[in-house]
């Protein structure tokens, strides 16, 4: 029984901006849970914004006991999720790692795909997005040219020009737009952009309105605009499912935030009961990040998983996002591997 991890550096091939910042490189931690030959793989990034960095990730994983990794094995993740949550303070981070790689063990030591493990059936309808992330508009037409091929493009906003943004990179593509405003909008802004944005082909609009606006603003926005509103910011983990439910038209579940595939896997699965929209994001994250949040393609209607191909080279692989396609690589678990030829100039000592 062993847990190895790999804290790795994964350059990106362009820098990355959102309403918050820029970033050049992404931190992030692979977990390798290992035990009767087989290894069960997950990964989590560093996250500034959320307060987790790869030293406190670590340092938690590192202090579990050899009883605890024993239940990794020996238990269900979904039996297992409470107590680690305990165990590691609450870090949604961490657990979310060490969740995906008892997953893929689990899977992997049954002989099968993780999706197929939970008895779900392959959903070879669904696309990823590629994101565009903020920058000039100049800039940002070049990046959707550089990628064209999508069927789905993700557009981060949150300048005083979004609309410009929209319509100028309208004229470059057919293809369907999403937005994400990363909370940088207000309500009354939210509902007038929705029309020209519904008529430009977009086809909901993330987080408009920061996670502490007042309900009654949320409520307003969700009757009043033009195009479906997806809450990301504001849906974090299982206890702020209720509160999306009634003021979001669906929920955009990320599994560092939450805490993994066991609670993502029961937020959409409870969203989909509810009638509401299903969406899973990523971070900028390797394949192994990728390939674990892919194996909830069937239970949703959007993916955003094209973390690993805003990556300039990688340790790991896995499934692969080609022009908005997931192609399952044929292994079993969530498919990822660690490429032990190109780990180390990616491992930070
Ligand atoms: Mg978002």
Not at 261 to 279: H, I, Q
Not at 283 to 288: D, F, H, I, K
Request: proline letters at 3%; a negative charge; charged letters at 25%.
């Amino acid at each position: 029984m062993k847990l190895n991890l790999y804290p790795i550096r994964l350059p990106l091939r362009d820098p990355f901006t959102i309403s918050r910042g820029t970033i050049t490189y992404q931190d992030s931690l692979v977990v390798e849970l290992k035990h009767d030959g087989i290894a069960g793989y997950g990964e989590v990034t560093a996250n500034d914004y959320y307060g987790h960095t790869i030293t406190a990730m670590s340092d938690a994983l590192n202090g579990l006991s050899e009883e605890d990794l024993a239940m990794c094995f020996d238990d269900s993740p979904e039996s297992n999720w409470l107590h680690f949550s305990k165990r590691l303070g609450g870090d949604m981070f961490s657990l979310s790692a060490l969740d995906m790689a008892s997953h893929d063990w689990h899977a992997r030591h049954s002989g099968s795909t993780l999706w197929h493990h939970w008895g779900l059936k392959w959903n070879s309808d669904l696309q990823s997005s590629f994101t565009i992330g903020i920058d000039s508009i100049e800039e940002m037409k070049r990046k959707l040219d550089a990628d064209s091929g999508w069927d789905l493009y993700k557009i981060k906003l949150g300048t005083d020009h979004d609309l410009e943004i929209i319509r100028q990179l309208r004229q470059c593509t057919t293809a369907t737009f999403r937005v994400d405003a990363n909370c940088a909008w207000s309500a009354q802004q939210t509902i007038d952009y929705s029309q020209e944005l519904q008529h430009l082909g977009v086809q909901f609009i993330e987080q408009p309105l920061p996670r502490s606006a007042d309900a009654a603003d949320k409520q307003r926005v969700l009757e009043e605009s033009s195009l479906p509103i997806i809450a990301d910011e504001d849906c974090q983990t299982e206890a702020d499912l209720e509160t999306c439910f009634e003021l979001f038209d669906g929920i955009n579940v990320k599994l560092c935030k939450c805490g993994g595939l066991t609670p993502a896997r029961k937020m959409l699965t409870e969203a989909k009961r509810r009638g509401k929209l299903t969406m899973v994001g990523c971070m900028v994250e390797s394949a192994v990040g990728i390939s674990g949040a892919a194996q909830l393609a069937p239970l949703l209607d959007f993916a955003d998983l094209d973390g690993a191909n805003l990556i300039s080279g990688s340790p790991t692989d896995g499934v692969k996002v080609q022009c908005g396609n997931l192609h399952m690589p044929a292994r079993l678990g969530i498919g990822a591997e660690l490429v032990s030829t190109a780990l180390p100039q990616f491992l930070v000592q």
